[in-house]
Structures are given as structure tokens and as C-alpha cells.
């Protein structure tokens, strides 16, 4: 079974591979497509898949009396009504599942992100507390961002918010490009492994040792 996996693996990599770099002929180009495809289906079932695991999950928790059941009875219910309306309602020109996305899914997505502000503000407490040269540099550059981003900053000072967008476009910008340029080479890295049948632990190999 795991030889079987790191065969299609090796596949699906070849053929994206080939997509980009390649300029294939039809019949290949053709062939190529029939394996996205393939990866369009699998990844749908994996949400399938996904959307089962959950029920499981938090059905046991509704079943058994868990302390969260409420919470996991709602996650059902919600789960289950967005499937149904996407799956009888799902037109972008059906009215009920519009209002059922703005008005529940969005909303409820903007409540989230306005609740866990609060958590970024007792993170950000934390981690701005002075106890070396790099906490002091990460709090005055924090300090001068905030300041750059409110209204109250130009009050105070019109040049906050000029340093605050020199922060954010220079340093800001090369130390997110260092790290996006470092987490590119572990996706190829990683990707190589794949291809080459080295990588195991997906499959169920127990480890990504290339041992066969």
C-alpha cells in the first residue's frame, strides 16, 4: 500500500512538474490535465472525509454528555443546515443560501475575528515586555507601527504614520522574504522527497525515512 501511494505521489508531482516547465504536446498535455483532475476529485473526497471525521467526533461528544456537547450540537446543526443549503441552494442566485452566508457564516466569522483581538492584545503585552535588545527593538518598532496605523498617531506626530509605512515596506518586507524564501526551499525539499519515493510517514510509513 505504501509503494502504491508513493507511485501516484510521484505521479502528481511529475505531472505538476510538467505543467510548469514543460511545453508538452497535446496528447501529453492531455494526460497531464487527467492527473489534475485526479487531484481536484481526491481533494474533495478529503473534505468529504474531513466533514465525517467532524460529525464523528462531536456526535460522540453530543452522545455521551460531554461537558462541550451544547457547543458540539451546534456545530452540527450549523454544519449540516450550510451543507443542505449549499447542496439544494447553492446558486450564487438563490436567495436563501446568500442570506444564509452573509448573515450567519460572515457575521459569525467577523464576531471570531473580533473576540481574538483580544488575545493578539495579551500576546502583544507579553511579548512587548522589555527583557533584552531584541524584545526592546520588537516593542519600539510594534509601539511605532500602532501609532502609524490609528488616527490618534498623526495627531500626535504627522511623521508616525511615514515611519510606520517605512517599517512595514523595508524591514518588514526583506524578513518576510527571507522567510518565505526559507520555507520554499523545505516545500521543494519536501516535494523532492515525494517524488523520489523517499517520503513514507504520509503513507503510513511510520517516519519520511527513504528505506524501503
Known amino acids: 500500500m505504501i509503494r502504491i501511494g508513493q507511485v501516484l505521489g510521484s505521479v502528481a508531482g511529475i505531472a505538476m512538474l510538467a505543467i510548469?516547465?514543460?511545453?508538452?504536446?497535446?496528447p501529453e498535455a492531455k494526460a497531464v490535465g487527467m492527473v489534475?483532475?485526479?487531484?481536484?476529485?481526491?481533494?474533495?473526497?478529503?473534505?468529504?472525509?474531513?466533514?465525517?471525521?467532524?460529525?464523528?467526533?462531536h456526535g460522540k461528544k453530543v452522545l455521551k454528555g460531554h461537558a462541550d456537547a451544547p457547543y458540539s450540537a451546534v456545530l452540527l446543526a450549523s454544519l449540516t443546515l450550510m451543507v443542505l443549503a449549499g447542496a439544494v441552494f447553492g446558486k450564487?442566485?438563490?436567495?436563501?443560501?446568500?442570506?444564509?452566508?452573509?448573515?450567519?457564516?460572515?457575521?459569525?466569522?467577523?464576531?471570531?475575528?473580533?473576540?481574538?483581538?483580544?488575545?493578539?492584545f495579551s500576546a502583544a503585552y507579553?511579548?512587548?515586555?522589555?527583557?533584552?535588545?531584541?524584545?526592546?527593538?520588537?516593542?519600539?518598532?510594534?509601539?511605532l507601527v500602532m501609532l502609524g496605523a490609528v488616527p490618534v498617531g498623526a495627531?500626535?506626530?504627522?511623521?508616525?504614520?511615514?515611519?510606520?509605512?517605512?517599517?512595514?515596506?523595508?524591514?518588514n518586507t526583506a524578513a518576510m522574504r527571507g522567510i518565505l524564501l526559507g520555507a520554499a526551499l523545505g516545500?521543494?525539499?519536501?516535494a523532492m522527497r515525494i517524488i523520489l519515493g523517499m517520503e513514507k510517514g504520509m503513507f503510513g510509513g511510520g517516519g519520511g525515512s527513504g528505506n524501503s
Open 92 to 120: 450564487p442566485s438563490d436567495k436563501f443560501y446568500t442570506f444564509m452566508f452573509q448573515n450567519f457564516n460572515n457575521t459569525l466569522d467577523s464576531s471570531f475575528f473580533a473576540m481574538l483581538c483580544f488575545y493578539i
Open 126 to 143: 507579553r511579548a512587548f515586555r522589555i527583557r533584552n535588545s531584541d524584545a526592546a527593538v520588537f516593542l519600539i518598532s510594534g509601539t
Open 36 to 57: 489534475q483532475s485526479m487531484a481536484l476529485v481526491i481533494a474533495a473526497f478529503a473534505l468529504g472525509v474531513g466533514a465525517i471525521s467532524l460529525f464523528i467526533s
Open 20 to 26: 510548469f516547465f514543460l511545453k508538452l504536446a497535446p
Open 155 to 171: 495627531v500626535i506626530w504627522s511623521k508616525f504614520p511615514d515611519i510606520s509605512t517605512w517599517i512595514l515596506s523595508v524591514p
Open 187 to 190: 516545500y521543494i525539499a519536501t
